[in-house]
T-cell receptor, first 116, second 112 residues
Framework: DAGVIQSPRHEVTEMGQEVTLRCKPI?????LFWYRQTMMRGLELLIY????????DSGMPEDRFSAKMPNASFSTLKIQPSEPRDSAVYFC??????????????FGQGTRLTVV | AQSVTQLDSQVPVFEEAPVELRCNYS??????LFWYVQYPNQGLQLLLKYLSGSTLVESINGFEAEFNKSQTSFHLRKPSVHISDTAEYFC??????????FGTGTRLLVSP
């Protein structure tokens, strides 16, 4: 398997523009996570899905952020409108899921977002 | 709610010296514990994990961590580090709902 695939790897956009980040989880994994990493706040969980259903979105910072998982092989994180403080590295991760929490998450390479 | 504390934001060490990266967790229930490593411009990779059984767990590249329930700790150690171990290390806890909570990370800087 190619692992978790994120696109684009880098994104530079102007303030106010819409940004869409994409993620393809590992085939067969039931859980998908979106994290944001910044120097100031470290690694933050934004939202996670189980079997394509959002389970916990309490980490989504504002209504400008939205995430979808239309099927088991694709998820998007959208920011509209984007602001300079959204600049960060956004990671997608997946794990096999199931009950218990005893499986590790597999991370993508991340998308480095810069909002100018 | 569970939380993870990594007290050291940065640990400088000379090559071939031993190192310990500290991790303490807070949880009222049983936990699963993980150490991840992040090399520059890369995603996080699993280094090792504690699920149950032996409290000492090892990775393939010489790291080990010991689960200490009484001290709620899961410190990471290596007896002799290499330049290539320079990276950021994250401790994480999962209490069974698939939601990993990460510490703030410790940057290990190995110099010759």
């Amino acid at each position: 398997d190619a692992g978790v695939i994120q696109s684009p790897r880098h994104e530079v956009t102007e303030m106010g523009q819409e940004v869409t980040l994409r993620c393809k989880p590992i085939s067969g994994h039931n859980s998908l996570f979106w994290y944001r990493q910044t120097m100031m706040r470290g690694l933050e969980l934004l939202i996670y899905f189980n079997n394509n259903v959002p389970i916990d979105d309490s980490g989504m910072p504002e209504d400008r952020f939205s995430a979808k998982m239309p099927n088991a092989s694709f998820s998007t994180l959208k920011i509209q409108p984007s602001e300079p403080r959204d600049s960060a590295v956004y990671f997608c991760a997946s794990n096999p899921g199931g009950a218990g929490g005893n499986t590790e998450a597999f991370f993508g390479q991340g998308t480095r977002l810069t909002v100018v | 709610a569970q939380s993870v504390t990594q007290l050291d934001s940065q640990v400088p060490v000379f090559e071939e010296a031993p190192v310990e990266l500290r991790c303490n967790y807070s949880s009222s229930v049983s936990v699963y514990l993980f150490w991840y490593v992040q090399y520059p411009n890369q995603g996080l990779q699993l280094l090792l994990k504690y699920l149950s059984g032996s409290t000492l767990v090892e990775s393939i590249n010489g790291f080990e961590a010991e689960f200490n329930k009484s001290q709620t700790s899961f410190h990471l150690r290596k007896p002799s580090v290499h330049i290539s171990d320079t990276a950021e290390y994250f401790c994480a806890v999962n209490t069974g709902f698939q939601k990993l909570v990460f510490g703030t990370g410790t940057r290990l800087l190995v110099s010759p």
